[in-house]
């Protein structure tokens, strides 16, 4: 039987709840079978768009204006054979683009390509990434992103993003000098139909972040847990169909 995959956003989740009761249910909360009633790779596909990202060598390109945007963020929803969960799909990714791109143009920010190859491994077969790839400037600098669109068990809390943090600081910015003085970071789109939509970016200031072996035992911890709650709640025959 195939179960679910922990994916970077239940990792820092599940790091930042102390281990026991809490951490095991909300483990059991993220693996009980759901329908996903949509996604945001639409505004994830149109990221460059929405930042400005120059292409090649040119980085005084006028910023495209919205109206140009939100059809390329259409044609990139899925044609769900639900009316109602095509709409949705629709909605969230085009007020959630237009907040952050609006918020860009507010506070001045800007990006550029950067490809980084690091990776958290946690398995044999399987590796995480904790940021996208720009590298964003403000007043005061460069910054290491990632963007978050969930409205739900999204890095609402403190906790998951300095975990977030910790590894953009370990995997990225500490392995080269030319990342020296660059800030790792979130920039989480959130909200509703009901309270609108706001996009919030949180710097680390440095402090408070695990050391490496402090990230190492947490997802060791969480990974200890998560195959644990798996197997009580799937048991070992449905797991692999076998009962071995």
Not at 121 to 147: A, C, P, T
């Amino acid at each position: 039987m195939l179960t679910k995959s922990l994916r970077n956003i239940e990792l820092a989740r599940f790091a930042g709840i102390p281990r026991g009761e809490k951490r095991d249910k909300a483990i059991q909360d993220y693996m009980k079978p759901a329908m996903i009633p949509w996604s945001y790779h639409p505004v994830r596909k149109n990221l460059p768009l929405i930042l400005n990202v120059p292409v090649g060598m040119y980085s005084d390109e006028p910023v495209q204006p919205w109206h140009q945007i939100e059809p390329q963020i259409i044609r990139s929803c899925a044609n769900y054979a639900d009316d109602e969960r095509r709409r949705q799909q629709r909605y969230y990714n085009i007020e959630k683009g237009r907040s952050l791109y609006d918020f860009c143009l507010d506070k001045k920010l800007s990006f550029i390509d950067h490809d980084i190859k690091a990776k958290l491994r946690i398995s044999q077969n399987q590796s995480l990434v904790f940021w996208h790839n720009y590298l964003g400037k403000d007043e005061n600098g460069l910054f290491l992103n990632f963007f978050d669109f969930r409205t739900n068990n999204g890095l609402e809390d403190e906790e998951s993003r300095q975990f977030f943090f910790s590894i953009q600081k370990w995997l990225v910015i500490d392995q080269s000098v030319d990342m020296d003085g660059i800030r790792p970071s979130i920039t989480r789109v959130d909200g509703s139909k009901k309270k609108g939509f706001k996009t919030v970016h949180y710097l680390s200031n440095g402090q408070g972040l695990y050391t490496p072996a402090e990230i190492a035992a947490l997802v060791e911890e969480v990974l200890e847990d998560w195959y644990r709650v798996e197997r009580e709640i799937f048991g070992p025959e449905r797991l692999t169909g076998t009962g071995n």
